[in-house]
């Protein structure tokens, strides 16, 4: 995980890209992606997650928001990462219409052993790239890029 980037603002607007290890195309399948959009909307509506825009992608999300309620951005997001990790994982162990379980599987195990802090499956890169924005016109930029 890269140490240059921080969440230096904690009332602060950002733009971020986090991605499943090694890029792998979980978000093709819908049950993946509904656990993602019920995580949001948990973040938003008890953990002061204010959502400005998001995108899905098959194998990483954009987002923008903000820490509404006092708790750490990166907290925040560190929190939303961990839950949806061990929601997704164990939704693809229990799936046995999952072609690729054992592929998947065995690519979050590769991926915990080469991190010091994960201890049976890594799902997510460690790298969020934080992006304060601190202009309407970046503002836009960024949600023009997501949408």
């Known amino acids: 995980m890269s140490r240059n980037y921080k969440f230096h603002n904690p009332e602060g607007l950002y733009f971020v890209s ?7 195309d979980v978000f093709t399948r819908t049950q993946y992606k509904d ?3 019920e995580s949001l909307a948990f973040c938003q509506t008890k953990k002061g997650m204010e959502i400005i825009a998001w995108c899905i992608m098959t194998n990483h999300v954009h987002l923008i928001f903000r820490s509404i309620k ?3 951005p990166e907290q925040l997001l560190g929190d939303f990462k961990r839950f949806t990790s061990n929601k997704i994982v164990k939704a693809i162990q229990e799936n046995l219409q999952e072609s690729r379980r054992e592929f998947l599987l065995e690519q979050f195990k590769k991926a915990a052993k080469k991190s ?4 049976h499956h890594q799902f997510w890169r460690h790298d969020n790239k934080p992006i304060e ?7 836009k930029e960024k949600i023009n890029y997501i949408h």
């Open 116 to 119: 010091s802090n994960v201890e």
């Open 35 to 37: 656990i993602l959009i």
């Open 70 to 72: 006092g708790e750490k």
């Open 18 to 24: 986090f991605a499943v290890v090694d890029w792998l």
């Open 133 to 139: 924005l601190w202009s309407n016109e970046v503002i």
